[in-house]
């Protein structure tokens, strides 16, 4: 072989040699890449995860506290609506007395002046009866339309701050 021959071939084993290196190295380089984005990918998902736990347990502190404003508010209604019922009781009570005081007057004399004159005040004490039967009606319709929407507010308003502002 000539001094030529074994130049080329020096030059073709070391141009290989370059090739070969530098295909390792784009190799490494790829290995290198793959592993970091699978790596950030894994962090990713982790995060994701994470953040979906957190956002749960978020909505949960909303429910918890919705459930809660609803058991409070019903437990204001119970208490409402038996104070309603010791007012109905009340007012019934009065109602009767006043009964018996419409009768009680009725009671005629043997003078005709004191008749008239009782007459006069059993009708008057029937109409105060049925005025105040009335009154206490109205007004117990009234309270406890009153407590159903001041219940209702107070409930919606804590709700309301449940979901705006959740606890912890």
Not at 23 to 42: I, L, Y
Not at 70 to 93: L, M, N
Not at 146 to 159: H, M, P, Q, T, V
Request: hydrophobic fraction near 45%; charged fraction near 25%.
């Amino acid at each position: 072989m000539n001094g030529w021959a074994i130049r080329v071939i020096a030059l073709l084993a070391m141009v290989g040699s370059y090739w070969l290196v530098y295909q390792h190295g784009r190799s490494v380089e790829r290995a290198e890449a793959t592993a970091a984005s699978a790596q950030r990918d894994s962090g990713d998902r982790l995060a994701e995860v994470l953040g979906e736990r957190g956002e749960r347990a978020k909505e949960q502190q909303r429910v918890e506290a919705q459930e809660e404003v609803r058991a409070h508010a019903q437990e204001q209604r119970t208490v409402a609506e038996g104070a309603a019922a010791g007012a109905d009781a009340a007012g019934q009570r009065l109602h009767d007395e006043a009964g018996k005081l419409a009768a009680a007057v009725g009671c005629p004399g043997q003078d005709p002046a004191f008749a008239a004159r009782s007459e006069a005040a059993r009708r008057a004490a029937m109409v105060l009866s049925d005025l105040l039967n009335r009154s206490v009606e109205t007004n117990r319709e009234l309270a406890a339309a009153f407590d159903r929407a001041r219940i209702a507010g107070l409930a919606c308003e804590k709700s309301y701050n449940a979901l705006v502002k959740p606890p912890g």
